[in-house]
C-alpha cells in the first residue's frame, strides 16, 4: 500500500492496542486497500482521526486553549472562531462553496 495507507494501519494497530478505537480488527488486515473498505468503517475511522487530533495534537489544543480561555468580549474583538467553519458562498442552486 501507499504510505499514508501504511501510516494509518500502523495508527489503527497503535490505537487498538491502547483501546482507543473502538474496533475488532485493522481493516488493513482483510483489505490492504483503503478505498475497498465499507463505507461505515471508512466514517468510523475518519471520526476517530479527527477526535485523536482533537485531544492528542498539541496545536490544536493550544488553538482551543486561548481562543477559549478569553472573555467574551475579548473573543468578539479578535474575530471569528479559528475553529468554526463556515461556506465561503452560495450559487444560484445553493450550493455551498468551501475552503478549509
Known sequence: PSSWQ???????DGKLRTGEL?????????TQNYYSWDP???LHVLKS??????????V???LI???YS??????RRDGPNPLEVAPLGYDSKKRAYWHF
Open 6 to 12: 501504511r501510516l494509518l494501519s500502523e495508527t489503527i
Open 22 to 30: 473502538d474496533l475488532r480488527y485493522n481493516p488493513f488486515k482483510a
Open 40 to 42: 461505515t468503517i471508512k
Open 49 to 58: 482521526l479527527v477526535e485523536w487530533q482533537l485531544t492528542d495534537s498539541l
Open 60 to 62: 490544536v489544543r493550544d
Open 65 to 67: 486553549e486561548r481562543y
Open 70 to 75: 478569553k472573555t467574551d468580549a475579548a473573543r
